[in-house]
Structure formats: structure tokens, C-alpha cells
């Protein structure tokens, strides 16, 4: 009787090539897309540049003018404040930013440097 | 079945092929879609850097309803503004009573009730002595110690009256001053988090400053991760993170802004009771409860309080708590969920 | 098939079978770290032989007493992914099995992707977005436990046919 209905046949296959192309599909969106490195800098809330640092092969550098004026440095996959007349100097003191996630805020100027993506620790938000 | 017509099964084969057809372009539908990375926006407001990110419908439009109601508290409950209730409260001191916003008197009873449970270590009408430092400010000063003493007679929450059913409040004396700047930016995440809830957006965190607001459950399911600041890093080192479902974080550290004056440095969080930073063993505490402003409020009051006299408090207002000390052990009061990812720490537990 | 009631009496023993499999399924504890939904589907057995050996209709019956059964017992949310789940399966394996003449891997397979894609869309309809995270991973583990019911169904193949023939 079980002829009538075999354990396997060589059209079974089908099936399994689909399944294994929909999970395929699935999965390949799991992938974070971590390849592109872009800076985006604002000031007073407003996107001023955006820079793909993986593309940046000369040092350049950008003077946002204002009340207190800022200086960002982009380099060859990274992006710092360099620069800034404010009296804190947290901007300065944050350092090169290197990962997606990172920002360097300089609040008396309202000016934010930040590399777009998830936050470096894989973390939504940071407190403190 | 010979019964069934030979038409009826010709139908029941067409019927079954365009269901299965539906099933598989349905699922690959949703396997083809794009992972949703959420909507991110920023801005300035309540003298900080604030990151929203949202998921779920018209993310971009109720993002900006946010950022508006964030601005919005602030003109009514800083000090600094002109015109703002509480400019208004200030200046009506020692004279009559001021009517106030609804926002603003719910900020003003939450600081008042912080204030209460904790003897003033957080206190709202520390003004007197706040306004001599300039921390809100870019430069801040060492204060002369004789003004500090004279200001300090002007600090007491007992100064404070609230009429919660004429919507009114009052200072008692000429000189008297209230300061939510340790209040704020808990405050701003909760007017953020009533927007998201109004909208149709399925989830969100707002970060006001060291603050942050969290908003229904990600579209994946999983919990909030929020990274807590390595005091002895950058703006962008973290300790550890704790794994967390909606409510509010904030967080007190010593290291947010401190000048040095001859050798000593001073850092912003003032006790009420002596005008001076408060001299406690820790350099950071992070608060999580129901409630943003009362996170905020409690995180400053703990910090002043120190770990001991913390628990009770903590326990009254149903909030947990993590602690950094200055010899890098970490205490988690209650029951966070907390991941260490530094080798410089150590991570004990205490029981609320 | 020689008498209608005989008929009837064996469809109710197969859906008597399928209830008491789905039950005893529910019964194991859950592994921890699967995603929610993922199911070996032990009853699958059932449904895969009646729509292979007896035709559509019976079939199609049975699904609807088990997404019945589960309309009652576990309220509206599970009733509906589960009569949804069955009956998009059994139509699948009917087809497969009975008219394109697939093998029972494939045919279980394939039944199974259905159900988990059927439930999968209820849920995704009737709550959030947060199921279809782990599509990819229902779909390996929908093809898995189709080949687990395929092999499980060769082995009791033989006699579920000698009772449904002989009545023994």
C-alpha cells in the first residue's frame, strides 16, 4: 500500500530547494549592513553634512560658524571635533569617532557629529 | 469519493493552487522586507542633545510632535526662560500664589514628592544656591562661601506650596527659588513618551541628554538595551547595558560637568543641605522606574544620599537603581538585568 | 470504502487521534530558546493521511474539528491561526500528494511551510510585527519537522490502511 504513496521522490526536492530559498531570503535581511561608515553632522538640529568616511582618502576638514564656532576633521574612516571655541571642551575631549553608534555633541554650539547605524555596543541608547 | 463531480474537484484544485500561491507570495513578501531599522531624528531642548528613534507609522510627523513637546515644557518649567510658569513662580516669591500649566504642576508635585521622601537631598527650590554656581551655564564659578551660606538660608522644600485643586503654587519668601534642572530632562522624556502613546507608532526611545524614555516593545521583540556610561570614559564608552522593557532611565554622574579650581574639582550635583557638591562615595547612579521625571529626581537624590540611605527611598517609589562607586564596584539595587562589559568593574547585588 | 457510516465512524477515530496528539504535543515542555509557534506538529500525521488516502473533503473536515476544538479550548487568537494553519496545509498536502504525486517528504515539507506561513500571517494580522522576525527560522523549522511527520507517517502508514479497510 505505501507504494501508492513513497517516503521520497525525486520531485520532493522542489520543495526543499524553495524552502531553503525563502529561509535564504530571510535570513540575508538578519545581516546588518555595517559596510557603509557615514558621519553625519548637524547643527541646531539640522543635518549640515553627510560624509561616507570609507570614501574619504585626503583629511578634510569643515568650519561650522555660529555663536561658537566648530571644527570637524573627517579622515580616511573617521571623524573628530578638532576644534571648538567653546569654554568645556567635552567636543574636543570626546575624541575620534571610529564605529557606527558614536557621537561627539558640542551642546553651547548645538553642533552633534554622529556615525549613523546602531549605537557601538549594540545598544539602543545610552544613559549617563 | 466518486460522489463529487468531476467539475467541483476542478474547482477544488484551482481553489487550493491560488491558495497555496497566496501562502508562499504572502511569507516571501515578508521575508523580502526590509528589516525595520526604525526612524531617527535629533534635536537641541532642554540644554541638551536630544535622539529620538521610532518604529511603526508616521514615524517622522509624530517624531516632530515630540521634539515640539519637549520644547514646549521647557519654556514652561525653565527657569532661564522668560515668561515661563516657573520665571513666574520665582518672581511672584514671598507675594502670591501662581497659576501654573497642568505639565508644570505635575513636574512640581513629582519634585516635590522626591523631595519630601528624601529630607531635600533632591530639592526643587535650590535655586539660591544653584543660580551662584552657573552649572546650567558654559562657565561655571566657585561661589564665595559667605554668599553660599547666605543662599542656603533661601533652600527648603517647605518653602513650597502646591494647591493641586486651584492649580496654583507659591514660595514663601522674597529670594525663595525653584530649579527643575534636575527634574528636566526626565520630564522631557515623559511629554515625549505621552506623544508616542497618542500616536500610532508601535515603539520608541527618546534620549534627553543622560535621560531616556522607552516606548512599547521592539519590532523584533526583544528588550531595550540601554548602554550605561563608563565614568571613566567618554561620552561614548559604556560600562555595561542593561536590558530593559518601557519605563525611564536617567542618570546623575559626577563627571557630567565639573570645572577645577585650585587643585579641587567640583562637580554639578549640589547637595541642598550644605551648598556644596555632595561628598559621597559614588560617581554615578542610574535610576529606572515608571516615570521619567521621577527617575531624573531620584537618580540626583540617590547620588547625594549615597547607596545605604538610597535603598528605602528607592523601595518607596518602586524604582531600582545601579550605582558606580569610586573604587569601580557597581551595587544594582533590585532585580535590572544587567550585562558588564568592562573588566575595570565589579557587580554585586542588593535586595529592595 | 463499503459502508458511509463506517466512513464517518473511522473519520472521527482519525480526528480523535489528532486531537489527542496536538494535545499530548502541548503537554511537552517548551525548548527554550525556539521562537513562539515553532511546533514538531505531530498531528500533521493525521491530517497528511487523510488527505492523501481518503480525499479532500474528510480531510478538510478534520482540520476544522481540530481549529474547532482549539476555537474552545484556547480561546479566538489560537483558533484562528490554528484552523487557518490546518486548513491551508491540508490543501497543500491534498494537492501535492494526491494530485501532483510528490513524495511524502515533500508533501509533509511543504504542508507544514503552509501551515506556519498561514499562522504566521494570522498573527502578524491579529497582533505586531514582532512574529515575523523569525520567519526565516520557522521556515527551517517548518521543512524539519515536515520531514520528521513524513517519516513518522511511513511507519504507520500500513495500518492506519488496515483499519480503515478491514475495521481492525
Avoid at chain 2, 511569507?27 to 518604529?55: C, P, R
Avoid at chain 3, 474539528?65 to 484562528?80: D, H, M, N, P
Wanted: charged share 15%; aromatic share 8%; glycine share 10%.
Amino acid at each position: 500500500m505505501s507504494g501508492r504513496f513513497p517516503l521520497f521522490r525525486k520531485r520532493d526536492l522542489l520543495v526543499f530547494l524553495v524552502a531553503f530559498l525563502l529561509a535564504a531570503a530571510g535570513f540575508w535581511r538578519w545581516i546588518p549592513s555595517d559596510d557603509a561608515l557615514i558621519a553625519v553632522v548637524e547643527q541646531n538640529g539640522e543635518v549640515v553634512k553627510r560624509v561616507d568616511l570609507e570614501r574619504v582618502t585626503e583629511p578634510e576638514t569643515l568650519t561650522l560658524e555660529g555663536d561658537v564656532t566648530v571644527t570637524v576633521l573627517f579622515e580616511p574612516g573617521q571623524v573628530s571635533i578638532t576644534n571648538s571655541d567653546c569654554p568645556d571642551q567635552v567636543c574636543v575631549r570626546t575624541g575620534v569617532l571610529t564605529r557606527s553608534g558614536q557621537s561627539a555633541v558640542c551642546l553651547p554650539a548645538r553642533v552633534a557629529v554622529r556615525i549613523e547605524g546602531e549605537n557601538a555596543s549594540g545598544a539602543d541608547g545610552m544613559t549617563g | 469519493m466518486g460522489q463529487f463531480a468531476a467539475g467541483f474537484k476542478k474547482w477544488m484544485v484551482i481553489a487550493a493552487g491560488l491558495a497555496m500561491l497566496l501562502v508562499v507570495l504572502l511569507v516571501s513578501q515578508f521575508l523580502i522586507f526590509e528589516k525595520d531599522e526604525g526612524y531617527q531624528a535629533t534635536a537641541f531642548a532642554m540644554g541638551s542633545y536630544v535622539q529620538q528613534t521610532l518604529y511603526g507609522t508616521d514615524a517622522e510627523e509624530v517624531s516632530s510632535d515630540a521634539a515640539h513637546a519637549v520644547t514646549e515644557l521647557e519654556q514652561l518649567i525653565s527657569w532661564r526662560v522668560d515668561g515661563s510658569d516657573i520665571a513666574a513662580l520665582n518672581q511672584a516669591a514671598g507675594e502670591e500664589a501662581v497659576q501654573l500649566d497642568v505639565r508644570t504642576m505635575d513636574v512640581l508635585s513629582r519634585a516635590l514628592s522626591v523631595a519630601q521622601a528624601t529630607n531635600g537631598a533632591y530639592d526643587p527650590t535650590v535655586l539660591p544656591v544653584s543660580s551662584l554656581w552657573n552649572f546650567d551655564t558654559d562657565e561655571p564659578m566657585l561661589p564665595d562661601q559667605v554668599d553660599l551660606l547666605d543662599s542656603l538660608e533661601n533652600v527648603g522644600y517647605g518653602f513650597l506650596t502646591m494647591n493641586e485643586a486651584a492649580q496654583t503654587a507659591s514660595l514663601a519668601h522674597q529670594g525663595n527659588g525653584v530649579d527643575l534642572g534636575g527634574i528636566g530632562k526626565g520630564a522631557a522624556c515623559d511629554a515625549a513618551v505621552e506623544v508616542y502613546r497618542a500616536s500610532d507608532v508601535d515603539a520608541a526611545i527618546v534620549a534627553v541628554g543622560g535621560s531616556i524614555g522607552l516606548y512599547g516593545s521592539k519590532p523584533d521583540g526583544s528588550d531595550w538595551l540601554v548602554a550605561v556610561r563608563d565614568p571613566n570614559g567618554t561620552q561614548n564608552d559604556s560600562l555595561g547595558v542593561l536590558a530593559l522593557q518601557d519605563g525611564f532611565v536617567s542618570t546623575s554622574g559626577s563627571y557630567e560637568k565639573t570645572f577645577t579650581v585650585d587643585g579641587q574639582t567640583y562637580h554639578h550635583l549640589l547637595d541642598p543641605n550644605t551648598g556644596y557638591p555632595a561628598q559621597s562615595d559614588l560617581v554615578s547612579v542610574t535610576v529606572v522606574c515608571e516615570n521619567g521625571a521621577l527617575s531624573d529626581a531620584l537618580a540626583t537624590a540617590c547620588f547625594v544620599l549615597g547607596l545605604e540611605d538610597s535603598l528605602p527611598v528607592l523601595r518607596a517609589f518602586d524604582a531600582e537603581a545601579l550605582f558606580i562607586d569610586q573604587e569601580n564596584r557597581i551595587t544594582i539595587a533590585g532585580d535590572l538585568s544587567f550585562e558588564l562589559r568592562s573588566s575595570s568593574y565589579t557587580v554585586s547585588r542588593q535586595e529592595l | 470504502m463499503k459502508s458511509s457510516a463506517r466512513f464517518v465512524a473511522f473519520t472521527g477515530i482519525l480526528a480523535a487521534l489528532s486531537l489527542i496528539l496536538s494535545m499530548l504535543e502541548n503537554l511537552l515542555p517548551p525548548v527554550p530558546g525556539m521562537p513562539p509557534g515553532a511546533k514538531l506538529g505531530l498531528s500533521n500525521i493525521v491530517s497528511m493521511y487523510a488527505a492523501g488516502s481518503m480525499g479532500l473533503m474528510p480531510a478538510l473536515a478534520l482540520a476544522l474539528t481540530k481549529g474547532i476544538f482549539s476555537f474552545v479550548t484556547r480561546g479566538v487568537t489560537a483558533g484562528l491561526m490554528s484552523t487557518s494553519g490546518a486548513v491551508c496545509s491540508t490543501l497543500v498536502v491534498w494537492l501535492l500528494l494526491g494530485k501532483c504525486r510528490f513524495g511524502l517528504m515533500g508533501a509533509s515539507a511543504a504542508g507544514a511551510l503552509a501551515h506556519n506561513g498561514a499562522q504566521l500571517m494570522v498573527a502578524y494580522l491579529l497582533t505586531s510585527s514582532a512574529v515575523l522576525y523569525y520567519a526565516p527560522v520557522l521556515v527551517l523549522l517548518g521543512t524539519a519537522s515536515g520531514v520528521v511527520t513524513a517519516l513518522a507517517l511511513h511507519a504507520v502508514f500500513q495500518p492506519l490502511e488496515r483499519l480503515r479497510q478491514t475495521g481492525w
